[in-house]
Structures are given as C-alpha cells and as structure tokens.
C-alpha cells in the first residue's frame, strides 16, 4: 500500500479508528498522548492554500510501507507528528498540585463577572461566596479552578483593567491561601500580573497573548503555564466573522503558528496548552466540524483543552435551551472529548463532568484487562436488574 501526495501539500495526520483496549493489538494500535485512548489508523490529510487535495486512511502497522514513495519532507512531517501525537504529555506543577494528564482533568469555571453568558452575577462583589463557590468545585472534582472578571460572550463591553483586577485579585488570594491551583482567564497583562502575584499559576487567555501586546512578556517572564485559545482576530476581540473554508485545517494551523511563535519568544511547549476556541468567531457547523476532529490537535504537542459547557451549539442543536438546561449537552461534549483523548475540560457544572469522567475511566480500565473464557452459564437476577 502507496499513497500519493501533491508535492506543495501541507501534511496534516488524525488519529482515527478509536478501539476500546490495546489487548491483544500489539502493534496496531498506539497510544494517544500516552493517555487512555488508543487508536488503530491515521487519516492523512493533505492540504493546499488551507483546503484538503487528498486524504487516506492508514492502518499503524501499514504507516510506513505506506509512506514509501512520497517525499523526504513530507515522510519527516508525518514522523514529526506521529511523535507529538503519541508522545505523553508533561504533567504541570501549579504550586503545590501536579496536573498530570493521563485522564481528562477538570477546569472549573469561576465567574466573578455580572453579565457571563451563563453565571454572570452570582458572585459579584462578594469574594468570599466567590472563593467558597471554587472550594466546592475542588471538593467536587476539580484540578484547577478558572478565576474570571471579563465576560467574552458577544457582544460585552471591555472592562478596565483596575475594575478586573478588584474583581478577581481578592478572590485568588482566598483559594490561593488553601492550595487550590487557579488560573486566570484574561487578555489583559495588568490583570495577568496581579493575579499571578496574589496566587494564581496559569494564564489562561481568549487572545492566545495577542490582545494586549505586553501578555507575551508577562508569561515569558513569570514562566508559567499559559492556554493559548484560537478567534479569527484576536486584536480585535474574540468573536470575529467566521469564515473557513475547511474549520479543522485552519484552526490547526493558526494554532500550530501560534504556539512556533509563544516557544520561539520563550515559553517551553510543555508550558503550553491548546484551546481551538470552540463558540468563538464560529458557526454551528464549525463547532461541530472542531468536535468531530478533536483528535487532529493532538499533533500540536500539547495538553488540549475543550471549552464547551453550555455553549449555544447546545441550545442550538436542543430547540434552543437557555444557558441553565444544557447539562446534558455539555456532559455529551465533555465525554466526546475525552473520547478523542482531550486532557482538559473546562466546564460550568464540575460536580457532574467529574462523575461522567469516573464512569468513562471505569470503562477504560476494565478494558485494560483480558476477558477470560468460562463455561459457567450465566444466570440474570433481579438484584442485577430487570431481565
């Protein structure tokens, strides 16, 4: 088996055929970022000008016969990639937490904000409900908790750093004081400082350090862990037109220039983690495009992280349910993703994600072991269930 590969193509490689278990499948499967998820093939996808001109489907074991008669270059990209794909990630140390990344970790979304999309108000100008709303989400299952004081939902007005830093500061302090690993989502480099110096151990930030042309330097300088978050326009704020002409391709090449440049000024990659921005600057159909090819991402190198709860998509494709009734979307998204081997999901709803995600390892472990043969009938009974 050969396959063909325009010359001026860009090669781009998706994990695909997702089994159960890698028992009894040496060496045709292989292993996704060295978490729980194994896979049997590669969709090669060839790409001119952000466009697909070819693509093929490739069993592991048959990757390299497969690769026989094309270029150098592009033989080097697919081991290039191959590499970051099945390379574990680095676990990050966030204070006195290691987020490792064997399963999907959970990041708590703390909104200190009077007009988010979804929670806005609940704990405005009260540091204290705040910080005791994110202790929960901790007890409840969260690795991290997200610290907020700027909605991005379309449409919101920018807020003055100084009135952002009153907002969130107070707040890091208290879940700092406990030893709760936080980050701060936010664009701006003040704000950034300020809650780095009360506690916080990531920056997370919707303009991928593009917003504010000093972000970069804070990070480079704080050396700490930053999510990098893909938008058409950044400059411009996060929710530009969308406009794409194949959503998968370009997300993941704007992200893969992104992340060259963040390394290039001084953040070591396994520093860095990658959103695709899901809801921002993107239609339906985009969103759906991203989730459905989630895997692709992988090839970045880094932890990805999936911020999908309560987004429109849900109400959109559920006879459009308020932001409060898409619990079960955004458990259905949060278990695609993990599905596609996502290390981190950012949610609204911990105490819930978390349980779906002990149910889904549940799976996965019992996978892991063999299924021995037994000529002992199996006889139902009630305690088990209706039969």
């Known amino acids: 088996m050969t396959i063909a590969i325009p010359p001026s193509a860009k090669i781009h490689l ?4 997702f089994v159960d278990s890698p028992v009894d499948l040496d060496g045709q499967v292989a292993r996704l970022g060295g978490g729980m998820v194994w896979f049997g093939a590669y969709e090669i996808i060839a790409s001119e000008k952000g466009k697909r001109v070819a693509r093929h489907m490739v069993p592991i074991e048959r990757l390299d016969d497969a690769l026989a008669g094309v270029s150098d270059e592009h033989r080097m990209a697919v081991k290039a990639l191959r590499g970051r794909i099945e390379s574990a990630r680095t676990p990050l140390k966030l204070g006195e937490r290691v987020l490792r990344f064997e399963q999907p970790q959970i990041m708590g979304i703390l909104n200190v904000t009077p007009d988010s999309f979804s ?20 007890a409840a299952g969260a690795a991290l908790i ?22 969130v500061v107070p707040v890091i302090e208290k879940l700092a004081a406990t030893g709760a690993a936080i980050s701060i989502d936010t664009r701006k480099a003040e704000v950034m400082q300020a809650a780095l110096a009360a506690g916080a151990h990531l920056v997370n930030d919707v303009g991928a350090l593009l917003w504010d042309d000093r972000a970069l330097d804070v990070v480079v300088n704080a050396g700490c862990p930053v999510v990098l978050m893909h938008s058409p326009d950044p400059k ?21 220039a992104r992340i060259d440049a963040v390394v290039a000024a ?15 600057g993107k239609g339906i159909q985009h969103n759906l495009h991203l989730l459905n090819g ?9 932890p990805i992280l999936l911020g999908a709860s309560r987004k429109r998509l849900i109400g959109a494709l559920s006879n459009e349910v308020t932001a409060d009734k898409r619990l079960g979307g955004s458990i259905a998204l949060a278990c695609r993703g993990a599905d596609q081997g996502v290390q981190m999901l950012r949610v609204h709803d911990v105490r819930e994600t978390a349980q779906a995600v002990h149910v889904w390892r549940g799976l996965r472990d019992a996978a892991l072991m063999p299924v021995a043969c037994t000529k002992t009938p199996f006889v139902p009974s009630e305690v088990e269930g209706r039969w």
Do not use: N
């Open 236 to 256: 411009s704020g996060p929710h530009g037109e969308p406009g794409y002409a194949d959503p998968l391709i370009e997300v993941f090449d704007w992200l893969e």
């Open 119 to 138: 929670d806005g108000g609940g704990h405005q100008d009260d540091p204290q409900s705040a910080a005791d709303a994110g202790f929960a989400m901790t």
């Open 266 to 280: 001084g953040v070591p990659r396994d520093k860095i983690i990658a959103d695709p921005g899901i809801g921002f």
């Open 146 to 167: 997200d610290v907020g004081g700027e909605s991005t939902r379309p449409g919101a007005e920018t807020v003055w750093e100084r009135d952002e830093i009153a907002r």
């Open 14 to 17: 998706r994990p695909v055929q």
């Open 294 to 302: 989630l895997s692709i991402f992988q090839g970045l190198g880094c």
